[in-house]
Every structure is written in C-alpha cells, then in structure tokens.
C-alpha cells in the first residue's frame, strides 16, 4: 500500500486530513516545493545521494538491540529497539533536515529558517545549515529559550542566529508565527525547514518519505535478528514523523499491530497532556497548514498541554497518522508522565541504556504489553533518541536533587573567578 499515491483522490490528502491552508502569497512557494519534491521523490539518484550522506556523517543504518535482560525480566515478548538515538545530534530528527537540506541545495536556494519548541529541531538544523554552507535563523519562544539555554548556545555556536520571539507566551505557536512571516518576505532564497509531519502539503508526506528510511532498515534488519516480523511495534508519536517513519516499513505486513504513544502527562482531561487521539479531548480543525485532529476548546483555541517531554507537547498531529487511526490499522495509547519515569528506571538499570523522554512513552507501553504476551513473540521499540539531554528532567522526576548543588556548585565557581 502506498500511502502517497493520490491518483483518484487528492493530492496531499489522508481520508479527510491534511490539505494546504495557507495565505495565498505562499502559493508560488509551496508550488515549487511540490514540484522539485516530485522530482526528487522520483529520481532514484536523490535518495542514493540521502541515503550515503546519513551513511557518512549520521551512522546509519542504525543497528536493532535485542534487550534480553529486559524481555527476561517481563517474562513475555522478546524486545528489540531500533537505534535512533546513535544518530549524529541525538535523534531521527538528522534524517528529515539532511533530506531537506540536499532538496534546498536542488531548488537553489541559500538560506533556511526553522521554529523550535524544546530545541532539537533547532539544533538539528543549525548542524545541516552549517554543513551545507546555508544562512540560518532558528526561531524560539523566549520562554523556551530560557528553558534550553544548551541547544541555542550549540546553534549559536554552528552559526546560526536564534531569535527570542516575545509575542505571546513566548513558546512554540508564537515562534510558528513569527517563522511563518519571515517565509513570506524572504520566499525567493529561503526554504522553511519544517521539523515534523505536519504542516501543509508536501511537508506531511516530505517529512514522512525522508523518516521512512527507519521502516525500511528495520524491517530488514528485525527479520535477520529475531527470525520474523515482529508481532508489535512501537513509537512516540509528538508531530508523527519517528511513528511514521517506522511504521512505512510494516505498512502491508497486516498482521503486525502498530502502536502510536502519546504524551498522557497528568492523566486525562483537557490542559493536562498532549495526547490528540488516545484521550478524547481533541477534535478536527484547520490550523498550522492543515486539517488535522488538534486539543482546542469549543471556540477553536488551542488548549495547554502539558507533558515531561518536551518533544511530545505538541496541539496537533500528523494527519497520515489519523486516517490510519481511523481506518483501525494504528492504534493509540497515551502514557503518563509518571509510567515514562518507571520506565527509564527500569531500561537503565536492567539495559543500560537511557532512551529520550519522548521514546520512553514507547518503552512504558510496550513494557506494559511484552508481560501480557509469550516468549516466542516479538516486539520493536523505535528508540527515537537519546537521553542525555533530559539529565535535569529525569534527575528532578527520580527526585535526585544532586544536580541541584552540582549547578550551584559550578555557579558560584564561575562567580567567584568573574
Ligand atoms: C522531536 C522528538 C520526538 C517527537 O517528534 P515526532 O515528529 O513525533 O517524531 C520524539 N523523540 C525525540 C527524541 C525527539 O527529539
């Protein structure tokens, strides 16, 4: 099944989701994206050339993990992991930026421009902007670039310039905004650098071609480790595009259940998470570019979310990703903040291994689903990044305060020397 071919239906759309919602000025643009994407997309040399550039500077492919300590310990299904996490700067985000910076390089363009919520996109495409020689503006709500003081110091530090945008609540929707107006006044040589699979048509189904790449190794590679197709398959689901890269791989494998996890926060009811289809809180709108499933309340304003990862804390979601929900072939579960941390604690101990935040609601659930299963059966876990960067997060969550007198401690260092 392809998922893209719009041949009798319309293009960019899933069932009833997707589209391009945009001011008309951006029409030329987004019609040039469309074209030169085609193109790619049908030149078998364009991926060649993807593929060997994550080869050489990303690591790819990335390697599956068995994690027989973690699988004994449950006493049911076998669990595999796929490596996102060994990716250069941490997660799958390199494979969507790379992709995107070798079709900027095609359509001729110099400079690039991207918004950031908890920092990794940003960060992810200060490093391709640096590589492939492009202008770069990153920009961030003000009380993010608060928060993520160690992504925008390493995006200031690869060349790019991280503007704090004061408009609003200074998060994520204001520095969309702000991205959005940049876009329009400087369309001829800047490309918008989008960091999920959402968005106006091509970026749902740009983001989810260049993401596929994980499918498409893990389906390979879990054959020859564990002698099958695996029985379950789990992923994070934040914008979609980790989730929907995986799944490509297992998309005509019918009798492979696939598991989008979402961010369940405090638990259910509306402010306290980020979960658009497990919890019941959200309904359809248009907004961002598309028609998607968003947390809104009745007058079409979008409600707070809350989750302990930052990744996951996102209004909408990848309308690819809805019509499979609705068509019964993904299924949704949200998992709270306080499963993520039992989960985390227990990967680390028995694995050694510290998965992100976000990948650990893929951990937690699949956890809670390998005890119900036999031994013989298999599940993946896509481990979309690592956890290095939550150290303060995880440290505050497992209630270690060490930290605390640590970056004190360094404070008053540099105080004293100052
Ligand atoms: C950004 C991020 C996510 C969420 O984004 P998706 O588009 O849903 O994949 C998940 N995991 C990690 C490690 C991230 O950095």
Redesign the pocket.
């Known amino acids: 099944m392809d998922l893209f071919d719009f041949r009798g239906g319309r293009e960019g759309y899933y069932g009833e989701y997707g589209g391009t919602f945009l001011p008309e000025i951006l029409h030329t643009t987004i019609e040039q994206l469309k074209v030169e994407f085609r193109n790619a997309k049908e030149d078998p040399e364009f991926w060649n050339e993807f593929v060997q550039l994550l080869q050489s500077y990303s690591g790819r492919p990335t390697p599956i993990t068995h994690l027989p300590n973690l699988s004994a310990r449950l006493g049911g299904a076998q669990i595999y992991i796929k490596r996102?996490?060994l990716n250069h700067t941490?997660?799958?985000?390199i494979n969507n930026v790379m992709g995107q910076g070798l079709l900027v390089k095609r359509m001729g363009k110099t400079r690039v421009i991207a918004e950031t919520g908890?920092g990794?996109?940003g960060y992810a495409t200060a490093t391709m902007a640096a590589r492939f020689g492009f202008d770069s503006k990153i920009y961030m709500g003000a009380v993010d670039v608060a928060r993520q003081r160690p992504n925008v110091f390493w995006m200031e530090n690869m060349g790019s310039e991280v503007i704090s945008v004061t408009d609003g609540q200074q998060t994520l929707k204001d520095a969309i905004n702000e991205c959005l107006r940049d876009w329009v006044t400087n369309m001829d040589n800047t490309h918008y650098v989008l960091?999920?699979?959402?968005g106006p048509h091509p970026f749902p189904e740009m983001?989810s071609w260049f993401?596929s790449i994980i499918g498409h190794e893990a389906r390979e590679q879990i054959v020859v480790e564990s002698g099958k197709l695996p029985d379950r398959v789990f992923?994070?689901?934040?914008?979609?595009?980790?989730?929907?890269?995986l799944f490509q791989g297992f998309m005509d494998d019918n009798k492979v259940q696939l598991v989008g996890c979402e961010a369940g926060g405090f638990g259910p009811g509306k402010g306290n998470h980020a979960a658009r289809l497990a919890y019941k809180d959200a309904s359809v709108g248009v907004a961002q570019g598309m028609k998607t499933y968003f947390l809104q309340n009745d007058d079409g304003n979008m409600l707070e979310t809350h989750s302990v990862?930052?990744?996951?804390d996102?209004i909408g979601v990848?309308p690819v990703l809805v019509h499979l929900w609705e068509q019964q072939r993904v299924r949704f579960e949200a998992v709270t903040d306080s499963e993520v941390t039992e989960a985390l604690k227990i990967c680390m101990t028995t694995e050694g291994i510290i998965?992100?935040?976000?990948?650990a609601h893929g951990f937690a659930q699949a956890i809670k689903e390998a005890e119900q299963m036999k031994r013989d059966e298999v599940v993946l876990i896509n481990m979309?990044?690592?956890g290095d960067?939550d150290i303060f997060t995880i440290a505050d969550a497992i209630g270690d305060n060490h930290w605390k007198q640590f970056i004190k401690h360094k404070a008053d260092g540099y105080n004293s020397e100052a």
Not at 90 to 93: F, N, V, Y
């Open positions: 996102e996490d941490g997660s799958h985000k908890a990794q996109h960091g999920t699979a959402c983001v993401q992923a994070c689901v934040g914008g979609g595009s980790n989730a929907i890269g990862a930052a990744g996951l996102y990848n998965p992100a935040l976000e990948s979309s990044g690592r960067k």
